[in-house]
């Protein structure tokens, strides 16, 4: 009886240990140049020493990025800053549209070719 309550102590504390390890990395924080979300976490989506800069501010793109504090600091293209400060519709993504099915899918010898998504008119990643 002594080796089954050892074993499942054991059994248990692995549980707790990974339980609580899991906990720790559940999150990580972004580098240079990832997506970042200013208006939920504000600077704490980013690694140390960058902020998360949003959309309006940078060069192009429709998301925040955590980029450096200084503006001509950055080795990820997409951190180059705006110059001016690009319009506020400039950060709408794209839609992608139904996106239709293909011949393989449809068990027959044509395909659907779903419906368009809408443009992003700011020249932007698309969907990003």
Same mark, same amino acid.
Request: negative net charge; aromatic residues 4%.
């Given at each position: 009886?002594? *080796?089954?309550?050892?074993?499942?102590?054991? *059994?248990?504390?692995?549980?707790?240990?990974?339980?609580?390890?899991?906990?720790?990395?559940?999150?990580?924080?972004?580098?240079?140049?990832?997506?970042?979300?200013?208006?939920?976490?504000?600077?704490?989506?980013?690694?140390?020493?960058?902020?998360?800069?949003?959309?309006?501010?940078?060069?192009?793109?429709?998301?925040?990025?955590?980029?450096?504090?200084?503006?001509?600091?950055?080795?990820?293209?997409?951190?180059?800053? *705006?110059?001016?400060q690009r319009p506020?519709?400039?950060?709408?993504p794209a839609t992608?549209?139904?996106?239709?099915?293909?011949?393989?899918?449809?068990?027959?010898g044509m395909s659907?070719?779903?419906?368009?998504?809408?443009?992003?008119?700011?020249?932007?990643?698309?969907?990003?």
């Amino acid at each position: 009886m002594t *080796a089954r309550r050892s074993f499942l102590w054991l *059994a248990q504390t692995a549980l707790v240990a990974f339980a609580v390890t899991m906990g720790f990395v559940g999150c990580s924080r972004q580098s240079e140049g990832e997506r970042c979300d200013k208006r939920a976490a504000g600077d704490t989506d980013c690694n140390d020493g960058l902020l998360c800069v949003q959309c309006l501010e940078l060069a192009r793109g429709v998301v925040d990025r955590c980029c450096p504090s200084d503006p001509g600091n950055q080795s990820d293209s997409r951190c180059e800053r *705006a110059d001016p400060q690009r319009p506020p519709g400039a950060c709408t993504p794209a839609t992608g549209g139904t996106g239709g099915f293909g011949a393989r899918d449809a068990g027959a010898g044509m395909s659907s070719g779903g419906t368009a998504g809408t443009a992003v008119t700011s020249g932007g990643e698309g969907g990003a």
